[in-house]
């Protein structure tokens, strides 16, 4: 997937919201869990319930853990 930040080879970071191409693209390339950090003050394309009914559709497990900066 481009625009992926590898951490190490178990663990990358996507610097962009997937949408539901990105989320199932993932799971076709490996990827095995997708952790959503955003707040519901942040703009996404994809409402988390939606995400993770898409993720768990395309084989991936999903958690939602929102985080700011301020908590």
Do not use: C
Request: charged share 35%; glycine share 2%.
């Amino acid at each position: 997937m481009d625009n992926v930040v590898e951490i190490d080879s178990n663990h990358s970071i996507a610097r962009f919201a997937p949408d539901e191409a990105a989320l199932r693209k993932a799971a076709e390339e490996g990827f095995r869990s997708v952790v959503n950090f955003r707040t519901a003050d942040e703009k996404q394309e994809v409402a988390p319930d939606e995400e993770r009914r898409i993720a768990e559709e395309a084989g991936l497990t999903y958690l939602h853990h929102p985080v700011s900066p301020d908590a």
